[in-house]
């Protein structure tokens, strides 16, 4: 099962999931950030790196946030990957 972005993610986007991802499966949706679930490997290495609490594996996603399972795998298909923007700075 692949790992889930959830809300407390909104507005904080501290990326540290990011430096942590071996395979680059987080991208940017402006106000937060999302993970490709046909990209994640649930290595779950970014959920300890995660200073919000935003990031479960999609089994354990809180009742009150199951809507972002879907919004990440809707998003993350449409948007830039935060390592290639990085890449571009």
Avoid: F
């Avoid at 407390?8 to 999931?17: A, E, F, H, L, Y």
């Avoid at 809707?74 to 990957?81: F, G, H, M």
Wanted: glycine fraction near 4%; hydrophobic fraction near 35%; include cysteine.
């Amino acid at each position: 099962m692949p790992h889930v972005i959830c809300e407390p993610c909104i507005g904080v986007k501290d990326r540290s999931c990011q430096e942590v991802c071996p395979v680059e499966c987080i991208y940017d949706a402006g106000e937060q950030l999302y993970i490709h679930p046909d990209e994640c490997i649930d290595c779950g290495a970014c959920v300890p790196a995660c200073p919000v609490n935003a990031i479960y594996p999609e089994e354990d996603v809180p009742e009150r946030w199951r809507i972002y399972i879907e919004k990440n795998r809707t998003w993350a298909q449409t948007l830039p990957n935060v390592h290639a923007l990085a890449e571009g700075s």
